[in-house]
């Protein structure tokens, strides 16, 4: 099993910078690629990037390309999310999630542990 704990989430000014980060707990870190979702007031939760086992390969939702970076050590049992570019769209609680599965997957069903989130707040 893993245990997920985020940090890092709070409030930023358009156009700021945010860097979330991921803990998790285990041996078998390295095993798991991982993911950050998002879930804003009233809408689904969503994906937003996703990162394989090695860190060699990284996927991200149109919505934060660009802006975005995912990154992961394998040594310390993290994961990162530096947001930059911040925008009020922004605004939404924050998962990281992680996967026993071979690739990057984009969908809730593919993930099979999930932290219990970090609030991310954007003012314009």
């Known amino acids: 099993q893993v245990q997920l704990v985020e940090s890092g989430g709070g409030s930023a000014q358009a156009g700021g910078s945010l860097r979330l980060s991921c803990a998790a707990s285990?041996?078998?870190?390295?095993?798991?690629?991982m993911a950050w979702f998002r879930q804003a007031p009233g809408k689904e939760r969503e994906f937003v990037s996703g990162?394989?086992?090695?860190?060699?390969?990284?996927l991200y939702a149109d919505s934060v390309k660009g802006r975005f970076t995912i990154s992961r050590d394998n040594a310390k049992n993290m994961v990162y999310l530096q947001m930059n570019s911040l925008e009020p769209e922004d605004t939404a609680v924050y998962f990281c999630?992680?996967?026993?599965?071979?690739?990057?997957?984009?969908?809730?069903?593919?993930?099979?542990?999930w932290g219990q989130g970090t609030q991310v707040t954007v003012s314009s």
């Open positions: 990162i394989n086992r090695s860190g060699g390969t990284t």
């Open positions: 285990g041996r078998t870190f390295s095993t798991y690629s």
């Open positions: 999630a992680a996967s026993a599965r071979l690739g990057v997957f984009t969908r809730i069903a593919g993930y099979d542990y």
